[in-house]
């Protein structure tokens, strides 16, 4: 009885933080189709993100040659990803503006992105990227339905196209280059590549959560014979 209490009490311990998340400023937010599996998908938002983030945003704790995880040879990344002749494929991500011209700019340094999946929930990031709304009180033009006043202008804009906030609900006013479904895709792709870029080894993780239940059921079989084994001529 008191295990299964304390089974109950750890299972609500863990779930906190998940309730603490959900309940984040009340904005609704949109269940992010992650798959840490799919290889093509953390490429492309690989790609998305240097090339529309980097920009302004540096990934400090990233180096490129981490890409070698996600199936990405040296040379892909060099060539895919157009790393300029002074930046090897051992560097860290780092951003083209520094910081200080950054925030002269747009009033707050853009934050490092390397672990911003941690900070914000994959969720999160989901539905910021697919929020901006076109705001002409703001200063760069632009507001967010799930960080409101926040002082990133929207850089994919060519992409999604421009949104308005009627009524308390995003509509849609030009479109981009893409549909709203390949948008969709695209920041699905990026926030899957921005999950993997938190946490690198999760990948690896994956994988020895995977060996350590074949050899457990490996082990199973075994036991079961040796029991066997072991009882046949006491019977
Ligand atoms: C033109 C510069 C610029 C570019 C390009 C840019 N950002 Fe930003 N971003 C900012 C600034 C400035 C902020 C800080 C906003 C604030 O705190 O009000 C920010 C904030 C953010 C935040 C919120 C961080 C936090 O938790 O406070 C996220 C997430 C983010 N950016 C993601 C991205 C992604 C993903 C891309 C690429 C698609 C991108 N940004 C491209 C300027 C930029």
Excluded at 142 to 165: I, K
Excluded at 223 to 231: N, P
Aim: one cysteine or more; charged letters at 20%.
């Amino acid at each position: 009885m008191k295990a299964i209490k304390k089974v109950i009490v750890g299972a609500m311990l863990a779930c906190m933080p998940v309730l603490a998340a959900a309940s984040e400023g009340g904005v609704h937010l949109d269940k992010a189709p992650l798959n840490l599996q799919d290889q093509a998908s953390l490429q492309r938002g690989a790609k998305l993100f240097t090339s529309r983030c980097l920009a302004c945003h540096s990934a400090s704790a990233m180096r490129y040659n981490r890409l070698n995880d996600i199936g990405m040879s040296d040379d892909q990344i060099k060539a895919e990803l157009e790393l300029p002749e002074d930046v090897k494929v051992g560097s860290t991500m780092q951003s083209a503006m520094d910081s200080n011209s950054a925030k002269m700019a747009y009033g707050v340094a853009p934050p490092d992105l390397s672990v911003i999946a941690r900070s914000r929930s994959a969720d999160w990031l989901y539905s910021y990227m697919r929020t901006f709304y076109a705001d002409q009180s703001k200063t760069s033009g632009w507001n967010n339905a799930v960080f409101p006043s926040v002082a990133m202008p929207f850089v994919l804009a060519d992409m999604q196209g421009e949104q308005a906030m009627e009524d308390g609900h995003l509509v849609l006013k030009t479109p981009g280059s893409m549909s709203v479904a390949e948008y969709d895709a695209a920041i699905a792709d990026l926030t899957n590549y921005l999950v993997f870029m938190s946490e690198p080894a999760i990948l690896v993780r994956h994988q020895i959560g995977w060996i350590v239940l074949i050899f457990l059921s490996i082990l199973l079989v075994l036991m079961y014979a040796l029991k066997k084994e072991i009882w046949k001529d006491i019977h």
